[in-house]
């Protein structure tokens, strides 16, 4: 494969041609070095999604006269059907809605709960060891779900459609049934293992006898589409309490955990305030605590904007060396300090200072990386899978929702709750188990992401938006667990310190440190004497498949057009506008 410094393909037709390529092919054409890319546009409203039904559902909600939260709402319900892997009703997440009228930007926490019956030392075996089996796999993974919660709470303060409709189009998907896609059909069959350890999943994801689906095929989901009807008429009440919640509560008990119906009637969502910053004379807005992913994105921006980024170059060693001795001092201050802001008290305002930033560049080597090792977080004030997926949409009077949500793995913990379609999140595994001992994504957690009932767990989903002069300009996210924060900041240093359109900021290859392991994760396109040059500064370099799959919408501040583009990392992504 040819080594390049920047993602090309031929225009608008070159990108839809590879995006409908087998994966192989479509990596192929990707780094294949050919002409400029170009982002989708359109005059009034637009939507990017992992999945392509979804999008068109979210535009035509747009184009129906619903605001960027009704579509938002919808895009959430119809990628629990088309997108099971991520999409969901059984998980939770973060959505920052942005009112171009007021100016005003909320945050809406819909992460899941732990469970009352949760306690500190849930996931450790009989030896005081982490029980990733426990954690992950078991009943006990599933903290409370917050999607339905979450959707109906930003509903009711910022929507403008009748919550039916815009629930209708999900119902409809899930009981007609939906084109299996290649994309589909390759993760069902990568996780039957886990899709049939629990046979209320492998009846709805695989034929009689376990035959796969194949691309073609159509996959009806009856249970959901009740669960989905419901929800419709009932409200969160048609979720939370009733025979879904029950159905909930005796699935996860019986998978050995401990969820009680009144575990899920007394689920809240709740809104926070965002967390914000500045960078070269844009506002940057993200998600506040239990997410780290504002924090640290604000944090790493800060330290890098003393330097001439640039001159630097795209990717050049140099920029990547800074960034990355950025992004390790602030992943070892997310061990010491971030947890749920109702349980701890998280120095926000200290870790997104400008002084603080100024002492982080006091730290940095310029020359030569600093080993992990001698990393330490600072001496403050006290204080998400891969399979996550993000959507962002702006309307046709500047409203934008950056949203993402997730089960954590593939198909989450893989258990259903029988009669009900929906499959459970395994998102217990995002707290410590025990402090200093990696999650599954190798992020080190400390006593402030301890299990604890009520508690939501630590994420690093990155939900953000970049207003210039005031009004929206970028609205970005991305899934990647521990890499969410990190593709997000590289999409929003390319624009702004390398003059990328949308579409290029989302092709450009990735790089990605994480404190601990030391090691400096790289993609493919980034050059061999970059390489080489990287290793000379005392990096060890891991070569990665691929980092992220952003989904983004832009507003040009001229002309008001909206231009938009899909990362080509994953299959079936979608952006598309009217």
Known sequence: ???????????????????????????????????????????????????QLAAEIGRDILAQGGNAVDAGIAVAFALAVTLPRAGNLGGGGFMLVHDAESGETH?????????????????????????????????????VPGTVAGMKLVHDEYGSMDWAEIVAPAIRLAEEGITVTPDLADSLEAMQERLTHYPSAARIFYKEGGEFYRPGDTLVQADLANTLRKIAEEGPDGFYRGEVAEAIARAVTEAGGDMTTEDLANYRAVTREPVRGTY???????MPPPSSGGIHLIQILNALEGYPIGALGENSSETIHLMAEAMKIAYADRSEYLGDPDFVDVPVDALTGKDYAAEMRARINTGFATPSELIRPADLAPYESDQTTHYSIIDK??????????????????????????????????????????????????DANAVEAGKRPLSSMTPTLVLRDGEIWLVTGSPGGARIITTVLQV?????????????????????????????????????????????????????????????????????????????????AATVGY
Do not use: C
Request: net charge negative.
């Open 1 to 51: 494969m040819t080594m390049i410094s920047r993602f090309r393909l031929s225009g608008a037709a070159g990108l839809l041609a590879a995006l409908s390529m087998p994966a192989a092919a479509q990596e192929a054409a990707i780094y294949s070095g050919m002409d400029r890319v170009h982002p989708v546009w359109a005059e009034n409203g637009m939507v990017s999604a992992q999945e």
């Open 280 to 286: 070269r004379g844009y506002e940057i807005v993200s």
């Open 397 to 446: 009077d500047g409203n934008a929702v950056s949203n993402t949500y997730t089960i954590n793995f593939s198909y989450g913990s893989g258990l259903v709750a029988e009669g009900t379609g929906v499959l459970m999140n395994n998102e217990m595994d995002d707290f410590s188990a025990k402090p200093g001992v990696p999650n599954a994504y190798g992020l080190i957690g400390g």
């Open 107 to 143: 945050a809406i926490d819909y992460r899941e709960m732990a469970p009352a019956g949760a306690t500190r030392d849930m996931f450790l075996d009989a030896e005081g060891n982490a029980d990733s089996e426990l954690s992950r796999y078991s009943g006990a993974a599933s903290g």
């Open 492 to 572: 929003v240093m390319n624009m702004i310190d390398h003059g990328m359109n949308v579409a290029e900021a989302s092709h450009a290859p990735r790089i990605h440190h994480q404190w601990l392991p030391d090691e400096l994760r790289i993609e493919q396109g980034i050059s061999l004497d970059t390489q080489r040059a990287l290793q000379a500064k005392g990096h060890r370099l891991s070569l990665e498949e691929v980092m992220g799959s952003t989904q983004s919408v832009m507003r040009d501040p001229e002309s008001g057009v909206l231009l938009g583009a899909s990362d080509p990392r994953r299959a079936g």
